[in-house]
């Protein structure tokens, strides 16, 4: 059995918490409590382009703003 966050040919979310982080969840799983979907079942790499270009500070969100 294949990890289903590691398949390339299958749909993924891009998750974002309340701390600004993000997370590729694959297409059909329930999304964890305290995540939002923000890109909706797209390829791997196109959710990951997703993430490089606007996750680019990592710090969580309350440790951003001190």
């Known amino acids: 059995m294949s990890n289903p966050f590691e398949q390339a040919d299958r749909p993924y979310h891009v998750l974002v918490n309340d701390?600004?982080?993000?997370?590729?969840w694959p297409a059909g799983t329930d999304v964890p409590?305290?995540?939002?979907?923000?890109?909706?079942g797209r390829p791997r790499e196109e959710c990951l382009a997703y993430v490089e270009a606007h996750w680019t500070d990592l710090r969580p969100r309350s440790l951003a703003g001190r």
Request: hydrophobic share 50%; glycine share 14%; proline share 0%.
């Open 19 to 24: 701390e600004g982080q993000h997370s590729l």
């Open 33 to 40: 409590a305290g995540w939002a979907v923000v890109l909706d």
